[in-house]
């Protein structure tokens, strides 16, 4: 954490700008085949056996790509929730049913999102959620995450944790985004394991 206010904040303005420009130049294939081994990894952790309901996102553009771990969770019964961004910011949630319950979601000068079209069941309905996965342009050894800086997830953590929910909290990424340390400021709560393409990495006790 940083002693001069403002200073972590903009540290992670210029990460994210370096990190956001990485992902842009990853080739579609790439991302697809990463995207497999990904589904590979997280599918597989024991932490997640008997979880019923999970909390994920539908990666766009460059991101890691969720869609195979979302078709798996789906397949096998399991009840993913997906964000709904609200002009705050904040996130409201819908059961994924499938692709064609999803739609492109295109908001003024920020990226087209797919979100699912079904009834909202409001933002406290992630606390319902034995995992979340959480997007994140890169993740610290101390588990802390960077994200994408409109605070959503800040939030979605400060309601899980005002709740008493303990979720598995995943964050999916490529190799080169698991950083020795990032920017943190105050607020910011660290995950428990981030996934990667060659395996799974775990933080705290
Ligand atoms: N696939 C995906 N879905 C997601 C997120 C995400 O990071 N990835 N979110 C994660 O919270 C929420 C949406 N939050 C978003 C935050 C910023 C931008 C965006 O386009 N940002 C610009 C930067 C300028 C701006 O903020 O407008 C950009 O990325 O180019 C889009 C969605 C929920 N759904
Ligand atoms: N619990 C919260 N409630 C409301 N706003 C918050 C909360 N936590 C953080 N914020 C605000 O959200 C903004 C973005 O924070 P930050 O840069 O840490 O985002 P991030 O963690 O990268 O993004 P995200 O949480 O969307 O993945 C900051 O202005 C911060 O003050």
């Known amino acids: 954490m940083s002693p001069v206010p403002g ?23 790439e991302v697809r085949r990463l ?11 024991p ?14 553009g460059g ?3 969720t869609g195979p771990l979302v078709a798996r969770w789906h397949a096998r019964g399991v009840r993913v ?9 904040d996130l409201d949630w819908a059961v994924y049913e499938g692709p064609a319950s999803l739609r492109e979601v295109r908001r003024a000068g920020r990226m087209t999102l ?13 606390t319902e959620a034995g995992a979340v996965l959480l997007p994140g342009l890169a993740v610290d050894r101390a588990g802390l995450r960077l994200g994408r800086g409109g605070g959503s997830y800040d939030r979605v953590l400060t309601r899980l944790a005002a ?28 995950v428990h394991a981030a996934v ?6 775990r933080f705290g006790g």
């Open 163 to 190: 709740s008493g929910a303990d979720p598995l909290l995943l964050v999916l990424l490529y190799e080169e985004e698991l950083r020795e340390s990032v920017p943190a400021e105050p607020h910011d709560r660290p």
């Open 63 to 65: 991101e890691p790509d």
């Open 81 to 89: 929730l997906l964000p709904v961004l609200l002009p705050d910011d």
């Open 47 to 60: 932490e997640l056996e008997g979880v019923r309901t999970v909390a994920a996102y539908v990666s766009v």
């Open 196 to 201: 990667t393409p060659a395996g799974v990495r």
């Open 35 to 45: 995207g497999l081994a990904l589904a590979e990894v997280a599918a597989g952790l």
């Open 114 to 126: 797919r979100e699912p079209a079904g009834p909202r069941l409001g933002p406290g309905a992630v």
């Open 7 to 29: 200073e972590a904040a903009e540290a992670k303005r210029v990460l994210r700008r370096s990190l956001l420009s990485e992902r842009r130049a990853r080739p579609a294939a």
